[in-house]
């Protein structure tokens, strides 16, 4: 399946540019084919009378056919759900964008986003007239950014289903992230919201690769450490700090939540070279007994001067009154 890889070294410089293009093409075609394989097996594992007995079973043959893909592939049980997803769009809805893949005539990037970009659109017709737009204009597409990739494709949408652009974008509004419900365990607070597909992606993954950094002895489970790099991550940090204790784990580093965080003790004499406190009398409080030589609070104690090391003047005059008005003076 793979043809004999010439040294580049012994290539020009025509030579290398044309297999960097041939090669890019190749990449996106072999993409291609291989969502076809994909669409082909999601069909024979779904289609089976076993796998309609048992489409509500909590591991139903979606799950057993995304396993097999995720062994195959080396990748994640979600990540093999979604190339099943985009393999049967590829085919079976927007069938022109899927061939220009095969063909290698577009990125699996562009592919992706079209039908990622599509889903909304339920109306055959209309969804037929936006692949075949598409597919005479996404050859240009590949050098696009994110935004400008989909903003391209919302276009070739609202000429022929403008409800479904607008479906989807009502569904980006409504985006949002909350913390902290009435039930939430003392000290926890529970997240809950709607994300992009994207950021849900990427924090996923940042996660996971923070998570997986320590050391094998680190001792809290890996859903602990994905939320320790939660916390990190919002503190402006990028390296989860190991616990197991050991010197020489090269994972140990300081904690980037820690500098957001001022710690205050406040003693009943704070500066031991005034001698001891004075005693305030006795506490009229419901608590009040004997004393029992603990601390007191000093009252007159000058924390203007403790905190910022400057004394007033002793010698400092009090102000003078304003003058009184001659009419209000008392005869």
Same mark, same amino acid.
């Given at each position: 399946?793979?043809?004999?890889?010439?040294?580049?070294?012994?290539?020009?410089?025509?030579?290398?540019? +044309?297999?960097?293009?041939?090669?890019?093409?190749?990449? %996106? #075609? $072999? /993409?291609?084919? !291989?969502?076809? &394989? @994909?669409?082909?097996?999601?069909?024979?594992?779904?289609?089976?009378?076993?796998?309609?007995?048992?489409?509500?079973?909590?591991?139903?043959?979606?799950?057993?056919?995304?396993?097999?893909?995720?062994?195959?592939?080396?990748?994640?049980?979600?990540?093999?759900?979604?190339?099943?997803?985009?393999?049967?769009?590829?085919?079976?809805?927007?069938?022109?964008?899927?061939?220009? +893949?095969?063909?290698?005539?577009?990125?699996?990037?562009? %592919? #992706? $986003? /079209?039908?990622? !970009?599509?889903? &909304? @659109?339920?109306?055959?017709?209309?969804?037929?007239?936006?692949?075949?737009?598409?597919?005479?204009?996404?050859?240009?597409?590949?050098?696009?950014?994110?935004?400008?990739?989909?903003?391209?494709?919302?276009?070739?949408?609202?000429?022929?289903?403008?409800?479904?652009?607008?479906?989807?974008?009502?569904?980006?509004?409504?985006?949002?992230?909350?913390?902290?419900?009435?039930?939430?365990?003392?000290?926890?607070?529970?997240?809950?919201?709607?994300?992009? /597909?994207?950021?849900?992606?990427?924090?996923?993954?940042?996660?996971?690769?923070?998570?997986?950094?320590?050391?094998?002895?680190?001792?809290?489970?890996?859903?602990?450490?994905?939320?320790?790099?939660?916390?990190?991550?919002?503190?402006?940090?990028?390296?989860?700090?190991?616990?197991?204790?050991?010197?020489?784990?090269?994972?140990?580093?300081?904690?980037?939540?820690?500098?957001?965080?001022?710690?205050?003790?406040?003693?009943?004499?704070?500066?031991?070279?005034?001698?001891?406190?004075?005693?305030?009398?006795?506490?009229?409080?419901?608590?009040?007994?004997?004393?029992?030589?603990?601390?007191?609070?000093?009252?007159?104690?000058?924390?203007?001067?403790?905190?910022?090391?400057?004394?007033?003047?002793?010698?400092?005059?009090?102000?003078?009154?304003?003058?009184?008005?001659?009419?209000?003076?008392?005869?």
């Amino acid at each position: 399946m793979c043809e004999a890889f010439r040294d580049p070294a012994g290539m020009d410089d025509a030579a290398l540019n +044309l297999s960097i293009t041939g090669y890019a093409r190749a990449e %996106a #075609a $072999t /993409a291609g084919h !291989r969502l076809a &394989l @994909i669409a082909e097996l999601v069909d024979r594992r779904l289609g089976t009378d076993l796998a309609r007995s048992r489409e509500r079973s909590a591991c139903d043959a979606w799950d057993c056919c995304a396993a097999e893909i995720a062994a195959d592939l080396i990748v994640s049980h979600r990540t093999a759900s979604g190339l099943m997803y985009q393999a049967l769009d590829l085919r079976d809805r927007i069938p022109l964008t899927g061939d220009l +893949l095969r063909r290698g005539d577009i990125t699996l990037k562009v %592919a #992706a $986003t /079209a039908s990622w !970009r599509t889903q &909304l @659109i339920v109306d055959p017709d209309a969804l037929a007239r936006v692949d075949a737009d598409l597919a005479a204009v996404a050859t240009r597409w590949g050098g696009y950014s994110e935004q400008k990739l989909c903003d391209a494709i919302d276009a070739a949408i609202e000429r022929h289903d403008p409800d479904a652009v607008r479906r989807f974008r009502t569904a980006q509004r409504s985006l949002n992230i909350a913390f902290g419900k009435p039930d939430d365990a003392t000290g926890t607070r529970s997240i809950y919201g709607r994300v992009s /597909a994207l950021d849900a992606e990427l924090t996923d993954r940042r996660l996971d690769a923070m998570a997986t950094s320590v050391c094998p002895e680190d001792p809290r489970t890996h859903g602990e450490r994905r939320v320790a790099a939660h916390g990190i991550i919002n503190a402006g940090g990028d390296h989860l700090p190991c616990l197991c204790g050991s010197a020489d784990c090269p994972a140990t580093g300081p904690d980037a939540r820690g500098k957001h965080f001022e710690i205050l003790v406040l003693t009943d004499n704070p500066n031991p070279a005034d001698g001891p406190a004075p005693d305030d009398g006795p506490d009229d409080g419901p608590n009040d007994g004997p004393d029992d030589g603990g601390p007191r609070y000093d009252r007159d104690y000058d924390w203007e001067h403790h905190w910022t090391g400057e004394a007033p003047p002793e010698d400092a005059e009090a102000p003078e009154p304003p003058p009184e008005d001659e009419e209000s003076a008392p005869e």
